[in-house]
């Protein structure tokens, strides 16, 4: 069993401004635990984490891959999640190139196509539509309408950005609609899996894996 990343550097006062891991953070962590053996089959040369906040599974991953052999890339709309990823990042020993842009902005068109591996744990929670794109705390989880807003957002570029072998993990809960974004996704020719689920109170979290399709 792999260690949860040291996040001691972080305190109370940081989670004022920073999504502080919880539940889905564990399940991301536990399902990148069963994946190792795709991981270590995948051999990423570059990996993403688009919206990192703490860096706790960028760090997680990072331990999995190994220093030398891939580039860490984080992106986070947040400066202060950006700067606590870098903390991270240093606190356990490993290099992450931390970049403060609105989902993958600031990566395209230079990394189109050169992904191998990407993840992203989106704000996901139902709220009203004018919450939706801070640049504080509550970029971590405000969702809008049906929770998607961002996701739906994001969702075209993972074809832009996904080398062909590349796997794209996401999180997202049953108020998300997970079947109907594992139908957009095929539509643009992607397969996909359902690599871990847990109930967190009234929450039914899953953590979806994306690859494209073989035919």
Not at 192 to 198: A, E, F, G, L, Y
Request: aromatic share 10%; charged share 25%; proline share 6%.
């Amino acid at each position: 069993m792999l260690p949860t990343p040291d996040l001691s550097h972080l305190k109370k006062k940081d989670y004022e401004y920073i999504y502080e891991p919880a539940e889905d953070t564990f399940l991301f962590l536990d399902a990148f635990e069963d994946e190792v053996p795709f991981l270590k089959e995948l051999q990423p040369t570059i990996s993403l984490e688009v919206g990192s906040g703490s860096g706790c599974v960028t760090a997680f991953v990072g331990k999995i891959l190994g220093e030398s052999s891939c580039l860490k890339y984080c992106t986070d709309i947040n400066p202060k999640a950006a700067r606590a990823t870098l903390g991270t990042a240093k606190q356990n020993q490993l290099t992450v190139d931390v970049i403060e842009t609105h989902l993958t902005d600031a990566l395209l068109p230079r990394l189109q196509g050169q992904i191998d591996l990407m993840y992203f744990n989106p704000p996901y929670v139902l709220t009203p539509s004018e919450e939706v794109g801070s640049h504080s705390v509550e970029a971590s989880w405000a969702g809008g309408i049906d929770g998607r807003e961002v996701i739906d957002e994001f969702l075209p570029y993972v074809k832009r950005l996904l080398s062909p072998k590349g796997a794209f993990y996401m999180v997202v809960v049953n108020e998300n609609k997970p079947d109907d974004i594992r139908e957009i996704m095929k539509q643009d020719g992607f397969e996909s899996s359902i690599v871990k689920t847990r109930l967190a109170g009234r929450e039914k979290l899953f953590i979806l894996k994306f690859v494209r399709s073989s035919t």
